[in-house]
């Protein structure tokens, strides 16, 4: 479980999301050891459900507005002020459409690479040594909804990381081949979509880095070169002196 603390009046949650909560449990904890390392306060809680998002995309509006409501009352009674998730999918779920959904939602939710660069700046924390060739892949999610292109890349080359950018980026990039239901649905064509993705990367860089856990589940059907962003991270991190 998280650390419970304030920050400045604050309850911060961190939810990760199901896919880190259910089946990447390395990343999760590698979430919570890196935001240990940065100071960054933070509670879990069991009783939180799905995002919804999934649901949605199904057509099952009713059931998220249920899933919604029941989240807002968990975390009313917890007195959760903040989220911290590292999936973009719920972060894209709870500031874009749970306000449509409930009327009394007004709990902000940042994305982990955000807060992580906060963190960084926080400490003073850069990476010495010789930087390592890597590329970096937008999720879907969150670059063209919710807008976060800059902050993960900084957070990299903070870390000794040095992006080789694909032509297919930002706005523009390619999506994994994943999301959707595709992956649970057509396995084939999302090896397939993932296997163009990565060939649209430099055949030098050593690591295709993304903080989407899907975008990395689904790259890595394709590439071992795949990296999830907090395995980047914290493996710099360990190793990394004021």
Request: aromatic content about 10%; some cysteine; hydrophobic content about 35%.
């Given at each position: ?87 973009p999918s719920c972060l894209h779920t709870f500031n874009d459409v749970y306000p449509k ?142």
């Amino acid at each position: 479980m998280g650390i419970f603390g304030f920050l400045k009046g604050e309850k911060v949650l961190y939810y990760p999301g199901c896919l880190t909560k259910g089946v990447l449990k390395q990343e999760l904890e590698n979430y919570k050891e890196i935001f240990n390392r940065l100071g960054i306060d933070f509670v879990m809680l069991d009783d939180a459900v799905c995002c919804g998002l999934p649901v949605l995309n199904a057509g099952y509006k009713k059931d998220v507005k249920k899933l919604a409501e029941k989240n807002l009352k968990i975390f009313k009674d917890k007195g959760i002020t903040k989220i911290i998730s590292n999936c973009p999918s719920c972060l894209h779920t709870f500031n874009d459409v749970y306000p449509k959904l409930v009327r009394d939602w007004d709990i902000p939710c940042e994305h982990a690479t955000v807060v992580i660069l906060r963190g960084l700046k926080k400490k003073g924390l850069r990476f010495k040594g010789e930087s390592e060739v890597v590329a970096y892949h937008d999720p879907c999610h969150l670059g063209r909804y919710s807008r976060i292109y800059d902050e993960p890349r900084e957070v990299i080359e903070m870390l000794g990381g040095r992006i080789v950018e694909s032509r297919f980026n930002r706005e523009g990039a390619l999506c994994c081949g994943g999301g959707g239901g595709v992956r649970a649905n057509f396995e084939k064509l999302a090896k397939d979509i993932a296997k163009s993705r990565v060939e649209s990367f430099d055949s030098e860089v050593g690591k295709i880095i993304s903080p989407c856990g899907l975008c990395y589940a689904n790259l890595k059907s394709a590439s071992d070169k795949s990296i999830e962003f907090s395995s980047f991270v914290l493996g710099k991190l360990r190793g990394l002196k004021r």
